[in-house]
Nanobody, 124 residues
Framework: QVQLVESGGGLVQAGGSLRLSCAAS????????MGWFRQAPGKEREFVAA???????TYYSDSVKGRFTISRDNAKTVYLRMNSLKLDDTAVYYC??????????????????WGQGTQVTVSS
């Protein structure tokens, strides 16, 4: 069973940076894809970024492309580096795992395991 634990959220000023971490455990992740999603108050959860664990290939939503970077290391941790943060980036950020390895233009339904979320608040 896959377990995901996010950390690194917090309060940051607009234009600042944060790095989120997602510690994954429970199995080997070869063939998996890992993703980050976010949900702002009153809005539906939306896709942010995804990475193929084996290939390292990445995919981003248009709203974060060029500002956010997803990566993973050999210690089963996935990162989301967020630069040039905007007020609209305020949300709860969730880490998710796709057993089917869907990293290109994924949908929420492609991910079967989720973390508990970490709050990111961007202030003016």
């Amino acid at each position: 069973q896959v377990q995901l634990v996010e950390s690194g959220g917090g309060l940051v000023q607009a234009g600042g940076s944060l790095r989120l971490s997602c510690a994954a455990s429970g199995r080997t992740f070869s063939g998996y894809a890992m993703g980050w999603f976010r949900q702002a108050p009153g809005k539906e959860r939306e896709f942010v970024a995804a990475i193929s664990w084996s290939l390292g290939s990445t995919y981003y939503s248009d709203s974060v492309k060029g500002r956010f970077t997803i990566s993973r290391d050999n210690a089963k941790t996935v990162y989301l580096r967020m630069n040039s943060l905007k007020l609209d980036d305020t949300a709860v950020y969730y880490c998710a795992a796709s057993r089917g390895g869907v990293w290109y233009a994924p949908h929420e339904a492609d991910f079967g395991s989720w973390g508990q979320g970490t709050q990111v608040t961007v202030s003016s």
